[in-house]
């Protein structure tokens, strides 16, 4: 009776870990198999340029510029990155807004496939959503949550 005891006291333990692994971003965001470091490092050299070193974005980021494009947007929560499900975040990433808009849409936005790998841009995107309060990675993990489960 006390080893049941002890298997089911030990059975809450081990679910209790797994729902704080998950709510903390490391199930539930998809940042437990990424390279946090990594991600960091990629977007202080490739993104940081255009979406700022604290994730801001570019001033007046929805008005168009004189070229008729869209500045960069920010990263952070005052953004629209988290409103956006895994699938087209990467999309983007990979091959360049225009190229995922399509219809002529410009962009200054390149993708990043020929420069870096699937894997790494996936940690890009990590380090990204781990900068985010808790309210809007919540957002966008129910977003990607729904999107996978219509595609």
Same mark, same amino acid.
């Given at each position: 009776m006390r080893a049941r005891w002890a298997l089911a006291i030990l059975a809450v333990l081990v679910a209790a870990a797994a729902a704080w692994a998950w709510t903390s971003g490391a199930g539930g965001s998809g940042n437990g198999d990424r390279d946090l470091a990594r991600g960091a490092a990629i977007y202080a050299e490739a993104c940081a340029a255009c979406h700022g070193a604290n994730l801001e974005g570019q001033p007046d980021w929805r008005a168009r510029g004189a070229d008729g494009r869209l500045p960069a947007p920010p990263h952070d929560a005052t953004g629209h990155t988290w409103h956006h499900p895994d699938r087209i975040l990467l999309d983007i990433t990979m091959r360049g807004t225009a190229a995922v808009v399509g219809g002529g849409y410009e962009s200054n936005m390149p993708g990043f496939a020929d420069t870096y790998s699937e894997a790494?841009? /996936?940690?890009?995107? *990590?380090?990204?959503? *781990?900068?985010?309060?808790?309210?809007? /990675?919540?957002?966008q993990e129910r977003v990607t949550a729904e999107d996978r489960a219509a595609n």
């Open positions: 790494e841009l /996936r940690d890009v995107l *990590a380090w990204i959503k *781990a900068q985010w309060p808790d309210r809007e /990675r919540a957002m």
